[in-house]
């Protein structure tokens, strides 16, 4: 049967607990969705409430065209996203109601250990490598040879030396300080 968004995954995003709500989560469902739809900084455009399960269509507000589609397995305390092949956290009000007929979402909140015979959802590849392109610069015209570069370094470093009262003797491997002292002899 061709569905109009394809095949149907469920992303596992998170439990109860591993957003702080402890381990009495399923008491408290109300504040479960409620942290949930905080964390997104979203609200509730619809909200299906079973006894196993919860459907939740989340919407950032003042955007019409932003819902995605999330379950909440109440015993399990964990969320899911719920994915198809297309796009699927640009929908709108319209397109959660056709979907949630053409998929039969209610089923999956009334039974939730239905989501283990879903499809794995497809691998996400990974991001292609960065790739920095760099100008080809002309280089300029040398004035010097690198040896004639190299000599005046050498050069500009022994009346350095010599200036600060350094000599270097080349072939002896011999250097010879001179030290000035003030005051005793």
Known sequence: MN???GSMFFHRLFSA???GLGTNATQFTTAVIRQFLKIGEALAARWIEMPQGVLIFQMIPGRADSGAIYFYDRKQQVFFMIAFDGPDD??????FNRLLVEYDLIRFAEHPNLIELQPSPPPVPPPPPLVF??????????GLSVQDELNLLLLESIRDAA???LFWYPHLKVTHRHFQSIGSA
Do not use: C, M, Y
Not at 90 to 95: G, K, Q
Not at 133 to 142: G, Q, W
């Open 3 to 5: 569905r109009s968004k």
């Open 17 to 19: 607990q591993e957003i």
């Open 133 to 142: 392109e760099v100008p080809l610069l002309e280089a300029p015209a040398p």
């Open 90 to 95: 640009n929908l709108t009000l319209e397109d």
């Open 163 to 165: 200036s600060r009262g």
